[in-house]
């Protein structure tokens, strides 16, 4: 299947400072890009859609200035957690669909693990 | 009420057994049903992919679709230890964003 990469995998930061992740799709290009968290035993919700070269879509509930998407390439999409606070400790996971398909197909990052201290 | 109903379990069973995991939903627009198997601390991991209603086998995996039940089953055969993980149903309609069950968390036993 498609390989999707997430970095960090893992990244503790003080609370009231910014964190970055990555999610690249490896070998194929991606029109669009989910983001998703998820609780501990709690399944992953939708946080927002992020299609190339235009603006994220959030999920109502989500905030669009703690949670600033960019998806400035086919490859390439990152989601900063702004001002981070210890309720924002979660593990985010993209996903991403492969150009030119029809099937919806979503192939997952490892996630990324966001402790707020 | 939740649009993706999964049972969270957990399961445990033993090695060499037919596992049966199971979702239902409300929303009849779903058309597309995946199975993903989530390992602890990893991203998931897509198992199978079914459109529409009816069977889909491969290897030791069977998912089955039943719209008119608005009903969803991945069967595991012959189950093993590695087969040990969290079970996550998935759909959508004609966009793309994906309604995840809760999980299953399945343990085999050696």
């Known amino acids: 299947g498609a390989v999707v990469s997430q970095h960090p995998s893992r990244v503790i930061c003080k609370s009231g400072t910014s964190v970055k992740i990555e999610c690249r799709s490896l070998d194929f290009q991606a029109t669009t890009m989910f983001w998703y968290r998820q609780f501990p035993k709690q399944s992953l919700m939708l946080m927002a859609t992020s299609n190339e070269g235009s603006k994220a879509t959030y999920e109502q509930g989500v905030e669009k200035d703690k949670f600033l998407i960019n998806h400035a390439s086919l490859t390439l999409s990152t989601l900063t957690v702004t001002s981070a606070h210890p309720e924002d400790s979660s593990f985010y996971i993209c996903?991403?669909?492969?150009?030119?398909?029809?099937?919806?197909?979503?192939?997952f990052g490892e996630g990324s693990r966001l402790t707020v201290l | 009420q939740k649009e993706v109903e999964q049972d969270p379990g957990p399961l445990s069973v033993p090695e060499g057994a037919i596992v049966s995991l199971n979702c239902t939903y409300s929303n009849s627009a779903f058309q597309y049903f995946m199975w993903y198997r989530q390992y602890s601390r990893k991203g998931p991991e897509l198992l199978m992919y079914?459109?529409?209603?009816g069977n889909k086998e491969d290897g030791r995996f069977t998912a089955q679709v039943d719209k008119s039940s608005k009903y969803i089953s991945l069967f595991i055969r012959d189950s093993q230890p590695s087969d040990s993980a969290t079970y996550l149903c998935a759909m959508r309609h004609s966009g793309y964003a994906l309604n995840f069950g809760k999980g299953t968390s399945l343990l085999v036993t050696p």
């Open positions: 996903s991403a669909r492969p150009g030119g398909t029809n099937t919806g197909e979503l192939f």
């Open positions: 079914t459109y529409s209603s």
